[in-house]
């Protein structure tokens, strides 16, 4: 059986440590389209180390930085097939602003695992500390295997995000490049389903889609810049369910509803009206 739920729930997964360097969150901004206008001295912030400012979801590559292989879906009780794996769920916690260079310690564990008829649901979780041990941010990721389901274990919860029965506050248009897959590549997702056609073919596409990661960080960039006055600080969370593909080289749509102490958005795209980002949910400080 390619998941055990009793073997995989509660298991650990080792810790690790990492390093990374102003360079390293250049990149990452590039990857999500950051300095699109580069005299834009809002934009400088995120392409430029005279002042850099860095954007939370930084944390959800940081520790993966120095991957050049394809990643695997081998876990204690779970063991399936790469094409058949997709990022469901993003959840990030911020406990203190990200620095643009420094060292960390990330502690890996599998916190879930749902049974969801005709696929299964695993959840991972990554705490992430300083050098000198204080919480720096946590994420959660979603992994959600066609096929897998169906071996009697419970659904899990309902996250559904209502939106406000009224027009959003903001509404940020963000195109992508063609090329921009293989620019966020760069950043520690080697998935082929990125960059080989042969490869997304085999798991159901047309052709290679843009890293759901890639959308959230840039859904991200646009609440914060639009919203937050482009403060990467303010926010302390930002979580999204993905709801559909970008193929890069499309303009990529968010609405935003800011709503007491939280934003909530949905990103679609332009092009073909549908949505990728659903029941997003960004808080602030």
């Known amino acids: 059986m390619p998941i055990d739920p009793d073997l995989a729930v509660g298991a650990q997964l080792g810790e690790r440590e990492f390093r990374w360097s102003s360079s390293d ?5 590039l990857g999500i389209g950051a300095g699109r206008n580069p005299c834009d001295p809002r934009e400088l912030k995120y392409v430029y180390e005279d002042g850099l400012q860095v954007l939370p979801t930084f944390a959800v590559v940081a520790p993966q930085l120095r991957e050049t292989a394809a990643p695997r879906v081998s876990m204690p009780g779970v063991e399936v097939d790469l094409a058949a794996a997709l990022h469901g769920k993003q959840e990030l916690t911020v406990h203190a602003p990200i620095p643009a260079e420094g060292a960390a310690r990330a502690s890996s564990r599998i916190a879930d695992v749902q049974d969801k008829g005709k696929a299964a649901v695993v959840i991972t979780e990554n705490s992430v500390t300083t050098d000198t041990g204080d919480p720096l941010f946590t994420t959660r990721s979603s992994v959600f295997v066609r096929g897998e389901g169906g071996f009697g274990g419970h659904r899990g919860e309902s996250e559904r995000v209502e939106l406000p029965d009224r027009g959003p506050d903001a509404v940020v248009d963000s195109p992508t490049l063609p090329q921009q897959a293989l620019w966020y590549r760069l950043c520690g997702d080697r998935n082929p389903l990125h960059v080989d056609p042969e490869f997304a073919a085999t798991a159901g596409f047309e052709r290679p889609i843009l890293h759901g990661l890639c959308t959230y960080g840039l859904a991200c960039k ?5 919203l937050l006055d482009s403060c990467p600080t303010a926010v302390r969370g930002f979580s999204a369910r993905f709801a559909g593909v970008v193929h890069p080289g499309e303009t ?13 958005a949905r990103s679609s795209v332009v092009e073909r009206d549908v949505a990728v980002l659903s029941d997003a949910v960004l808080t602030t400080a």
Do not use: F, K, N, S
């Open 222 to 226: 646009a609440i914060v810049d639009e």
């Open 25 to 29: 969150v250049l990149l990452y901004h």
């Open 252 to 264: 990529i749509r968010t609405r935003a509803w800011v709503e007491g102490g939280r934003i909530l």
